[in-house]
């Protein structure tokens, strides 16, 4: 600058840059500072709604009950829920997403011989909650006849809901169940089933007033006076606008009264929450899972809780990340012709390109099945997916795995498998086995009913082969055992294929290789051994013998096999079967009475185990080895 220019002249540039400064710090403001309703907040209470969690019943405060069940009853009575985990808003006077009430499906098999018959006819099922579950608003209703449905099976809708009249926390109501003879009342069977239900979306999680603010944004951006109808007293039904696509007579999508619920609230929070992973699913789906006996800060399973959780599977396996899961959804819409859809698409990048993306109606089209399970191998644990390849459109809901049936059309898929989400076996956050009360009743195994030999259960006899589908396994051999070893539970088997993925084959084998070819456990002067404890003269004191054969499976130190289960259960990662029966297969549904009798009798030793616990006593160091 001149030294001749003028005193106003010096000082305008730092003026003119004092103003500009002063305009970059408003905006800046307005923008990282703006209501929560407009810029949702990423908060530490996103990480697990502790709220929710803390409400839980403590593990081991809840049992599943014990059904009854005759290895000569005539009848076998089965139920589980249409949605597995059972989605609310959560209660308030301002706005509700709420869907119908919960819906529950069972059947009622006559055994065979000759061949097992679905029964519809005659019969009446009744289905009962305890005065301890939770009722939906307004609704006084514990009990009621399901209504019989195509001819072979039997629903009803059931007003459960996740909180009790006294305000705690119960997210996994049981249903008792109870098939009579229509003429003279006679009980025919009894069983049980859990219909999960979640106590409401995490909206509270990013908005700081989850019920008026959001219906201020929506009349900022959608032009809408829900603040003036709501001052009115009414409380807003969303689903009254958001009704989505539905099926013209012809078989093409029409647009509906405004995207669907799901449509909407995916497209709209998937520019917020995209690259999140399965987080960004917790988000909303409110976590109400336990890792074991940790703390609040342990991992914490989604409400995905089957055997896909154990195999380090998360819902992105099925329903795609964020934006990609958002994209499918928008798409129908907008093939629909609903331009709506169109603005939200924009904002939003997928993993996929949008070509390849298949658009899907909410709760007609899901992540089908059979696109892992092709029954001619296992799925690879590494790469199964099921996004983009949902249930074809044009069965509807009857593609669903929650309304499909076997190959011969009789009994549907839930009846042996358990409920979306909770297929068996499954692992219940507040009790281990309370998701899989009719595989325990019926064949005392967490698996789904059949399996392992237990055909006999409906057909009354050993079948060959499975005319329901393929049934395809990896392959297993038996663990060696010791001679000496005297058997106390039926021999475990061992999938290599399964565990692969998951650990290094040093791991167990950890004295190496000879000759090419691993070491067995038996091979000696390893876990050969058939006593707990050695003794080294007769004055000696006893020892613990470092060769125990039964140590090196059910040890409490890794590499043993429970202690490597356990482990990882407790940590929230893929850990496989911790109960006795899931590895110690059981041969027949009458295993129990079976090894009962054989007990009885003198020829055989009791089971270091309590079925189903997954937790061993110690071992009694003057018994024999009490081996797989």
Known sequence: MSKHASPSARWALPVWLAAVAVFLICLGWVLFTAPSEERPRRTAAQAGPVTVLDGLPAPGTVAAPDMPFAASQEYVLTGAGLQGFYQTSAPNDVWTLDYPEPELDAQLIRRGPPDP?????????????????????????????????????????????????????????VVTLRAEDAASGKVLAESAAVLAVSPGFGCAHCHANAGTAILEVHDRHQGTHLMDTHAQGTVIDCRSCHTGPGLGKDGKETPGKGLSVSAAVHGWHAAYLTGDGADACKTCHVDLGRAGDGGKDAPKPLFARDFHVDRGLTCVRCHGNMADHSLALLKAEREAGQERAVKLMTGITGTLSLETIKGRLPWVQEPDCTSCHNFSEKPDLLTASAFNKWTPRDE???GLFSERRGDMLMVRCIVCHGAPHAVYPARNPIAPNLDNIPPLQYQQQAAPLGSYGNCALCHGQPMDYSAHHPLVAWSETDIHVPAGARLSMPVARFSHQAHTPVVNCTVCHHTGYTDGTSLLCTSSGCHDGVTATLRAGKD?????????????????????CLACHTQSLAEGKPAGPT????????????WAAEDAARRASGNGASSEASPGTGRTAPPDASAAAKTE
Request: charge should be positive; proline fraction near 12%; aromatic fraction near 8%.
């Open 117 to 173: 018959q679905i029964v519809s006819e005659g019969v009446k099922v009744m289905w009962r909650v305890g005065p301890e579950v939770g009722l939906t608003r307004g609704s006084t209703v514990r009990s009621g006849s399901m209504e019989p449905v195509e001819e072979s099976f039997f629903r009803a809708s059931i007003p459960v809901s996740a909180v009790r009249a006294d305000g705690t926390l119960d997210p996994y109501p």
């Open 396 to 398: 509807g809901r009857a």
């Open 540 to 560: 000696a004191k006893p020892k613990p013998n470092p060769r125990y054969f039964y140590d090196a499976f059910h040890g409490s130190a890794l590499p043993s």
């Open 579 to 590: 109960d006795c029966k899931a590895c110690h297969q059981a041969p027949s549904p009458l």
